[in-house]
């Protein structure tokens, strides 16, 4: 083609004179270059013993072939690369051999896809009959867009809900040339040993085991997110890093309960819930990512038949009839759900066929109840229900107008309610019944956003001591041990690509808080927004100063005195609340000969003497600027109320809001685990530098020291 037609601009319709044209070649097709000889006598047949070369026309190009449109460079590098050619378009013999004209910034096409991410250690497996994500170690995995959104189909979901999802993505990225994943792993697995373990308490675990599993699962699932996030914006990822982390762990054998069992699971309790069906995979509760039935082969005489072992219940089927003991359960299959296809009767295989063995058979079968994540309007949380058997087995035709396999379960006797307890909360909620025994229905008398009521079911005190309520810190002079800085200029809010944010480049150059309101990751010390920045009050690194964000309640325990739980369920890494009350000046701690009884102090200066690892990146105690000791009982908040346990479920982080002037050091507390709902929230109190008095402990802990201070 003419020279001239260039590579400045795209050429301009119909001004192409095809006549001149040589050779029509789809952009799709990518013919072999040769370098041409001086002594060539024809075109193009290329020289004997030229070297084969197959570029892609992203580039990088050698020196010997030139870019086209629309993948050319600068025009500077272009202009240089045609005045080494001949008038052919050869290459000129005096340049060098190699890949010396990258061309650094391509357009390219959208019929030029980036190559699909790694798929080492992944079989691809059929689903409803298209070939499509990822299988892995016996479980398969599921793609969506949105973090922690969770498919509830038995069989497949929606095509056109999964073309939705798929519009617009390039793939899952499992891993990244500028991330080490290994090391990021390995530097959370570090406190917890959990390599040596033997193969023995992988394929059988215990209760430690399935913690540290799914601790370790969460923080790197966390970290990923985090690196996600940090991305451009411009960058289209699937985000799912639950995927991610659970298929890395998986492969690397980092799990418990692989061996599939019937009946109870090891380490997994009644009421434990779980917020991605990957954690379930990770402890053995329930080996499908996406299916709602599981089954195993068990041998019978001469044949393997298949059993249950467990089935989620998520309403993925309108079909399904809940009620606390009594789940009437619809078998998978049909395309019921499927819009692109017809709809057909189910059939008696797969998990239907388990289900008819193990109803003939009468073997015990785990329930996941699904429940809506009101955090996550497309996210689930899923409940573990305990055991339940089949009592009955019926064929009938179902709302889709197709025959539907119909299972009812009946709970057995005996466990710990659970999914009653959830429904009595939601009906505290909704007004449909009054929470019984309630002194105060708000004990902040509207000071916090979400009320926190004052319940006695023990015995008829009518409250804790007289307190002034207060949600955050009283100081009652500045603190300035270190120099304060200029706050953050993020009009719109602290976003996490933006690395020209002051409150980002404290903080490490990452966020330390998900889009959620979840702690990433835990530092010795957490830099929030503070007077100074100009970001609004609802900036993602402003959490810890807005509230609580669960509905908390202040009970009355039978031997603890007075504690604290909650009525929502709350996410590992969660922000709970903040230790308000007076800072107490350190001079007047030595007028009173450095100690303070009080049942209602925060000593910041203690240290922690744990039974178990905290999900802590940076693997030191808290760092705080100057010693901080908070007396809650006079003025206070609802962490005044938590508890001390020897095995506690919230950690607290010290969080430091810089202003112009001064700065304030705060207390948040946040979730070490997923804790179920009406659960107490305790935390450890720590061992003071100074030997004081020791208190008995109570806690209930298999790991109790029998004390605390």
Not at 40 to 63: D, E, H, L, Q, Y
Not at 370 to 375: I, R, S, Y
């Given at each position: 083609?003419?020279?001239?037609?260039g590579?400045?601009?795209?050429?301009?319709?119909?001004?192409?004179?095809?006549?001149?044209?040589?050779?029509?070649?789809?952009?799709?097709?990518?013919?072999?270059?040769?370098?041409?000889?001086?002594d060539?006598?024809?075109?193009p047949?290329?020289?004997?013993?030229?070297?084969?070369?197959?570029?892609?026309?992203?580039?990088?190009?050698?020196?010997?072939?030139?870019?086209?449109?629309?993948?050319?460079?600068?025009?500077?590098?272009?202009r240089?690369?045609e005045?080494?050619?001949?008038?052919?378009?050869?290459?000129?013999?005096?340049?060098?051999?190699?890949?010396?004209?990258?061309?650094?910034?391509?357009?390219?096409?959208?019929?030029?896809?980036?190559?699909?991410?790694?798929?080492?250690g992944?079989t691809?497996?059929?689903?409803?009959?298209?070939?499509?994500?990822?299988?892995?170690?016996?479980f398969?995995?599921?793609?969506?867009d949105?973090?922690?959104?969770?498919?509830?189909s038995?069989?497949?979901?929606?095509?056109?809900?999964?073309?939705k999802?798929?519009?617009?993505?390039?793939?899952?990225?499992?891993?990244?040339p500028?991330?080490?994943m290994?090391?990021?792993?390995n530097?959370?697995?570090?406190?917890?040993?959990?390599m040596?373990?033997?193969?023995?308490?992988?394929?059988?675990?215990?209760?430690?085991?399935?913690?540290?599993?799914l601790?370790i699962?969460d923080?790197?699932?966390?970290?990923?997110?985090?690196?996600?996030?940090?991305?451009?914006?411009?960058?289209?990822?699937t985000?799912?890093p639950?995927?991610?982390?659970g298929?890395?762990?998986?492969?690397?054998?980092?799990?418990?309960?692989?061996?599939?069992?019937?009946?109870?699971?090891?380490?997994?309790?009644?009421?434990?819930?779980?917020?991605?069906?990957?954690?379930?995979?990770?402890?053995?509760?329930?080996?499908?990512?996406?299916?709602?039935?599981?089954y195993?082969?068990?041998?019978?005489?001469?044949?393997e038949?298949?059993?249950a072992?467990?089935?989620?219940?998520?309403?993925?089927?309108?079909?399904?009839?809940?009620?606390?003991?009594?789940?009437i359960?619809?078998?998978?299959?049909?395309n019921?759900?499927?819009?692109?296809?017809?709809?057909?009767?189910?059939?008696?295989?797969?998990?239907n066929?388990?289900?008819?063995?193990?109803?003939?058979?009468g073997?015990?079968?785990?329930?996941?109840?699904?429940?809506?994540?009101?955090?996550?309007?497309?996210?689930?949380?899923?409940v573990?229900?305990?055991?339940?058997k089949?009592q009955?087995s019926?064929?009938e035709?179902?709302?889709?107008?197709?025959?539907?396999?119909?299972?009812?379960?009946?709970?057995?006797?005996?466990?710990?309610?659970?999914?009653?307890?959830?429904?009595?909360?939601?009906?505290?909620?909704?007004?449909i019944?009054?929470?019984?025994?309630?002194?105060?229905?708000?004990?902040?008398?509207?000071?916090?956003?979400?009320?926190?009521?004052?319940?006695?079911?023990?015995?008829?005190?009518?409250?804790?001591?007289?307190?002034?309520?207060?949600?955050?810190?009283?100081?009652?002079?500045?603190?300035?041990?270190?120099?304060?800085?200029?706050g953050?200029?993020?009009?719109?809010?602290?976003?996490?690509?933006n690395?020209?944010?002051?409150?980002?480049?404290?903080?490490?150059?990452?966020?330390?808080?998900?889009?959620?309101?979840?702690?990433?990751?835990?530092?010795?010390?957490?830099h929030?927004?503070?007077?100074?920045?100009?970001?609004?009050?609802?900036?993602?690194?402003?959490?810890?100063?807005?509230?609580?964000?669960?509905?908390l309640?202040?009970?009355?325990?039978?031997?603890?005195g007075?504690?604290?739980?909650?009525?929502?369920?709350?996410?590992?890494?969660?922000f709970?609340?903040?230790?308000?009350?007076e800072?107490?000046?350190m001079?007047?701690?030595?007028?009173?000969?450095?100690?303070?009884?009080d049942?209602?102090?925060?000593d910041?200066?203690?240290?922690r003497?744990?039974?178990?690892?905290?999900?802590?990146?940076?693997?030191?105690?808290?760092?705080?600027?100057?010693p901080?000791?908070i007396?809650?009982?006079?003025?206070?908040?609802?962490?005044?109320?938590?508890?001390?346990?020897?095995?506690?479920?919230?950690?607290?982080?010290?969080?430091?809001?810089?202003?112009?002037?001064?700065?304030?050091?705060?207390?948040?507390f946040?979730?070490?685990?997923?804790i179920?709902?009406?659960?107490?929230?305790?935390?450890?109190?720590?061992?003071?530098?100074?030997?004081?008095?020791?208190k008995?402990?109570?806690?209930?802990?298999s790991?109790?020291?029998?004390?605390?201070?």
């Amino acid at each position: 083609m003419d020279q001239t037609l260039g590579h400045d601009s795209a050429p301009a319709s119909g001004s192409v004179d095809k006549s001149r044209v040589w050779d029509v070649t789809p952009l799709r097709r990518l013919v072999p270059v040769f370098p041409s000889q001086t002594d060539m006598s024809s075109f193009p047949t290329p020289p004997a013993g030229a070297p084969f070369i197959c570029v892609p026309p992203t580039g990088p190009f050698p020196s010997e072939v030139a870019p086209f449109y629309p993948f050319f460079g600068s025009l500077e590098s272009q202009r240089h690369h045609e005045q080494n050619q001949t008038p052919f378009g050869f290459p000129n013999q005096n340049v060098s051999f190699g890949y010396n004209n990258p061309i650094s910034d391509a357009v390219p096409l959208n019929s030029f896809r980036s190559p699909p991410p790694s798929t080492a250690g992944l079989t691809p497996i059929r689903r409803n009959g298209d070939t499509d994500p990822q299988y892995l170690s016996g479980f398969s995995i599921h793609i969506s867009d949105v973090e922690g959104s969770q498919g509830t189909s038995k069989s497949g979901g929606s095509k056109t809900k999964s073309q939705k999802r798929r519009k617009g993505r390039r793939g899952t990225n499992f891993t990244s040339p500028e991330v080490d994943m290994d090391a990021i792993l390995n530097n959370i697995l570090s406190p917890f040993n959990v390599m040596e373990f033997d193969e023995s308490r992988k394929a059988d675990g215990d209760k430690e085991l399935v913690g540290y599993i799914l601790l370790i699962f969460d923080l790197f699932r966390r970290k990923i997110s985090q690196l996600e996030d940090s991305r451009e914006a411009t960058i289209t990822l699937t985000r799912r890093p639950d995927l991610k982390a659970g298929a890395i762990l998986m492969n690397k054998g980092i799990r418990t309960n692989s061996r599939k069992r019937i009946g109870l699971v090891p380490g997994v309790e009644v009421g434990d819930i779980f917020f991605f069906r990957m954690e379930m995979c990770l402890v053995g509760l329930h080996s499908q990512s996406m299916a709602g039935i599981d089954y195993m082969g068990l041998k019978s005489s001469q044949e393997e038949e298949p059993l249950a072992v467990s089935i989620v219940s998520s309403g993925g089927y309108e079909d399904n009839v809940e009620d606390a003991e009594v789940l009437i359960y619809s078998g998978q299959g049909g395309n019921i759900y499927r819009k692109d296809k017809d709809v057909m009767d189910q059939k008696l295989e797969r998990g239907n066929l388990a289900l008819d063995k193990s109803f003939h058979k009468g073997n015990e079968i785990r329930v996941i109840r699904g429940v809506k994540d009101v955090a996550t309007p497309s996210g689930k949380i899923y409940v573990y229900d305990g055991l339940y058997k089949i009592q009955e087995s019926w064929l009938e035709k179902g709302k889709s107008g197709v025959n539907v396999y119909k299972y009812k379960l009946v709970r057995l006797p005996g466990q710990r309610e659970v999914f009653m307890t959830w429904r009595l909360i939601q009906q505290w909620k909704d007004g449909i019944i009054s929470r019984s025994e309630v002194i105060l229905p708000d004990l902040t008398s509207g000071a916090e956003n979400i009320p926190v009521s004052l319940v006695n079911e023990v015995d008829n005190e009518k409250g804790p001591e007289h307190f002034t309520y207060f949600p955050s810190l009283k100081y009652s002079k500045t603190e300035n041990s270190v120099e304060p800085s200029v706050g953050c200029t993020c009009r719109s809010g602290c976003l996490p690509n933006n690395s020209n944010c002051s409150c980002i480049q404290k903080n490490a150059g990452y966020l330390p808080y998900a889009i959620n309101g979840i702690l990433v990751n835990q530092n010795s010390l957490t830099h929030e927004c503070g007077f100074s920045c100009l970001c609004p009050s609802n900036c993602r690194n402003r959490l810890s100063q807005g509230g609580p964000r669960v509905r908390l309640e202040v009970f009355k325990t039978k031997d603890k005195g007075w504690a604290l739980r909650s009525w929502d369920p709350i996410r590992a890494g969660a922000f709970i609340c903040e230790y308000a009350g007076e800072v107490i000046d350190m001079s007047e701690i030595e007028k009173l000969g450095g100690e303070i009884e009080d049942d209602y102090v925060f000593d910041a200066t203690r240290t922690r003497q744990l039974a178990e690892p905290l999900p802590d990146d940076s693997h030191e105690a808290p760092k705080i600027p100057f010693p901080l000791i908070i007396n809650a009982k006079a003025v206070g908040n609802v962490a005044r109320f938590m508890n001390h346990s020897c095995s506690p479920n919230v950690f607290w982080q010290p969080i430091l809001r810089e202003s112009k002037k001064d700065y304030d050091l705060h207390i948040a507390f946040h979730a070490i685990k997923h804790i179920p709902p009406m659960t107490e929230l305790t935390y450890d109190y720590g061992v003071p530098d100074k030997a004081e008095r020791k208190k008995n402990c109570l806690c209930g802990s298999s790991k109790c020291r029998g004390y605390f201070y």
